[in-house]
């Protein structure tokens, strides 16, 4: 019926316009854009794939522009400044302000709920210091026994993010403000592109599954390429990368229309299709022959910090892990922890959504596990996961972190406006695309001196902090300077919520608390997967 009805009015269109010529000639010219419209509409009628545009041809074409439009008019003219997902307007305005290094204080006072559950604050002193007087830029020292090259490392670097994933201009702008502004630079499982070395900033770099810039023909691990790469001497520290927040368990992403021939070129695969990383090492399969991999790298880079990254799945596989560590004498020299709302340029939904332990239970599990087997003094603590501010900063050291990570913040200090393209190719302010007419758009002079002035506006926030609270250095910041509101009548501190171990406490069966000796029970240094217990 209602193609009939679309008939008719096309032929109806037709003969009205046919007999309106006769009466005044220019009206042809309204066919100019009628019958564009009309051929559209027939061809709607007979397609096959859209069952509105099917069934109401043209007209259905409205429903798919608004859902285009929806997000961009919320978030333009209707959201809030604390609404927002994933990053709401009040920390995305914050981020531009530091980065353009415009006024960043906010008036009126806060516009957050004190009283909703989840709030969090730092407590300040009486006794506060002189935030001048402070060391402005807080660097920590990486590297345990066994390293030969430790590492400087400022408190707040450039999370992973590749390029491939990044355009070449994103990934220039991040590595001169790394350089310009004295923090690292995180490659992301990609690989080094000549982008990352343009300015010399200080990288980290990270091997994923998929072993970029270090892959053998059949997807496996080299370790002539790897030593080739390891031994630039922009590379500072490496990475190895178990899992990501944002998709834990299932590899890296790359779209195809991202897969150009350069960047296939800098990965060793093929140009044009999907790379899909594997969801699991080849290099190693089990806890034991991961610390000697972690060992080999370490030999093959002349001694320079090795570490690796995950976001934490089962307790009992980093418990297995750490039981390895013991048992070979080879401990890696950092961990980088990641959150479950970690961010990605792609990820299936329920990975995003519903895989892998959020920032906080994870960061907080994984210092208690060091300190319960007697690690954490030789190992430090890198952690990712929305951090965007010195609050965000703050926080993290105070679960156990040592340094911190932020991914999107940069993005954001690039000029991202969270568009959420970044899978789609089409990044409209050339961050997160490979399209050149995109990337023409972002100027690295200018980008990479807004990187460099959000890391310093930020680590300046985060020792106010300190300096407000009475501390004089980062690992004086512990569980107990942060509250937590449950609910509208109840808070608790942190160690209330996060309750720390006793030191050592994991290496005798009598020590080992209540709720950790099932975990215990089921790690294996000999096997991720464990000995599950089930009553």
């Known amino acids: 019926m209602r193609n009939e009805f679309t008939v008719f009015s096309i032929l109806s269109l037709l ?4 007999v309106a010529y006769f009466w ?9 854009i009628l019958l564009p419209v009309i051929l559209l509409g027939i061809y709607e009628m007979f397609q096959s794939k859209h069952a509105i545009m099917r069934n109401y041809p043209v007209f259905g074409r409205g429903r798919y522009l ?8 919320y978030q333009y003219f209707i959201e809030s400044d604390t609404d927002g997902t994933p990053i709401s307007r009040i920390f995305r305005s914050v981020v531009y302000q530091r980065a353009k290094q415009v006024r960043d204080t906010a008036p009126f006072g806060t516009q957050l709920d004190v009283y909703e559950e989840g709030y969090e604050w730092v407590n300040h002193s009486i006794a506060a210091l002189e935030a001048d007087q402070l060391e402005h830029h807080p660097r920590i020292t990486i590297g345990g026994p066994d390293c030969k090259q430790p590492y400087s490392c400022s408190i707040l670097n450039v999370s992973a993010m590749s390029f491939g ?11 001169g403000g790394a350089k310009t502004g004295g923090f690292a630079h995180n490659t992301g499982e990609g690989g080094i592109s000549p982008y990352h070395l343009e300015f010399g900033g200080d990288l980290i770099y990270q091997v994923g599954t998929g072993y970029f810039g270090s892959r053998r023909k059949d997807g496996g691990f080299s370790p002539e390429k790897f030593a080739e790469r390891a031994a ?6 490496i990475e190895i990368k178990l899992s990501q927040g944002a998709k834990p368990g299932h590899g890296g992403i790359l779209p195809a229309k991202k897969n150009t021939p350069e960047i296939a070129a800098i990965r060793g695969v093929e140009a044009g299709k999907a790379v899909l990383s594997p969801p699991a090492h080849k290099a190693f399969s089990t806890p034991i022959e991961m610390m000697e991999f972690i060992a080999q790298m370490r030999q093959l880079s002349g001694g320079k910090p090795i570490g690796f990254k995950l976001c934490v799945g089962r307790k009992s596989e980093f418990i297995g892990i750490c039981k ?15 959150g479950g709302e970690g961010g990605t340029g792609a990820a299936p939904l329920e990975f995003s959504n519903s895989v892998g332990m959020p920032f906080r ?4 599990f994984v210092y208690d596990t ?34 911190c990570y932020s991914a999107r913040a940069m993005m954001l200090a690039l000029g991202c406006i969270q568009a959420l393209e970044c899978n789609k190719n089409n990044c409209p302010t050339g961050v997160a695309t490979q399209d050149p007419e995109l990337v023409k758009g972002l100027v690295v002079s200018d980008k990479k001196q807004r990187v460099a002035s959000f890391h310093k506006n930020t680590v300046h926030a985060f020792v106010e902090l300190m300096a407000a609270a009475g501390i004089d250095h980062p690992d004086k910041i512990n569980r107990t300077d942060i509250y937590h509101r449950i609910s509208k009548n109840e808070i608790k501190r942190y160690d209330e919520v996060f309750p720390y171990i006793a030191p050592g406490c994991l290496l005798k069966e009598e020590t080992i608390p209540e709720n950790w000796k099932a975990h215990m029970a089921e790690a294996r240094a000999e096997s991720f997967k464990g000995d599950l217990q089930l009553s």
Not at 327 to 336: E, L, V
Not at 361 to 364: A, M, R, T, V
């Open 361 to 364: 239970e994870g960061l907080s």
């Open 370 to 403: 060091l300190v319960g087997f007697g690690l954490k003094k030789d190992i430090k603590i890198i952690t990712s996961g929305k951090i965007l501010t010195g609050f965000h900063m703050f926080r993290a050291i105070a679960l156990g972190a040592d340094v």
């Open 165 to 175: 994933s990044l355009s070449k201009a994103a990934i220039m702008a991040l590595n």
């Open 66 to 73: 608004m859902e285009y439009l929806r997000p961009k008019i």
């Open 232 to 237: 630039l001497p922009s590379v500072k520290m």
């Open 15 to 18: 003969i009205i316009s046919a």
């Open 24 to 32: 005044w000639p220019p009206i042809i010219w309204s066919l100019v």
């Open 324 to 338: 390895a560590m013991i048992k070979t004498g080879i401990k890696p020299d950092f961990i980088s922890v990641d």
